[in-house]
C-alpha cells in the first residue's frame, strides 16, 4: 500500500463535489445521472490513491463493484437485510435500482481511462507512476 498525492487531492476534491450534488442539487439529471458518474470516478481515484493498481484492473474492479451496488439496489438488500435505519448504510448502498446507472458507471469509467490515458500522453515517461 502507498499513498499517491495526485489521486488523493483528485479524491478529496471529487468527494467534496459529490457532498456538494448530495446537499444542494435536487433535480432529475445532475444529482442521479452526473452524482452516479462520478462516483465512479471518485472510487477509482480512491483505489488509485491506496493501491499500485494499473489502470485497467482498478477500473474493471470499480465498474463491477459499482454495478454490484447496484444489483444489490435491484433486490433491495437494505430493506431486506433489515439495515435501512442505518443511514450511512442506505445512502451508500443505496434503495433505488435505475437501469440507466449501468450505462452512468459505464461513462464514468470511460471517463477515467480516457483521463488516464490524456495525462500519460503529456507526462513524460521519468515522471509516470
Known sequence: M??????STLFVALLAIEIFIALVVHDQFVRPF?????VVILMYCFVRALFAVP????LIGVFVFACAIEVSQYFDLVKRLHLEH????RVTLG?????LDFVAYAIGSLI???????TRSRVPP???R
Do not use: M, N
Not at 452526473?34 to 462520478?38: E, P
Not at 442505518?86 to 448504510?89: E, G, K, R, S, T
Not at 477515467?112 to 490524456?118: D, F, I, K, V
Open 112 to 118: 477515467a481511462w480516457l483521463a488516464e490515458r490524456w
Open 95 to 99: 434503495t433505488h435500482f435505475d437501469p
Open 55 to 58: 489502470t485497467i484492473p482498478a
Open 86 to 89: 442505518i443511514p450511512v448504510l
Open 2 to 7: 502507498r499513498v499517491s498525492k495526485r489521486y
Open 126 to 128: 521519468a515522471y509516470r
Open 34 to 38: 452526473i452524482g452516479d458518474v462520478l
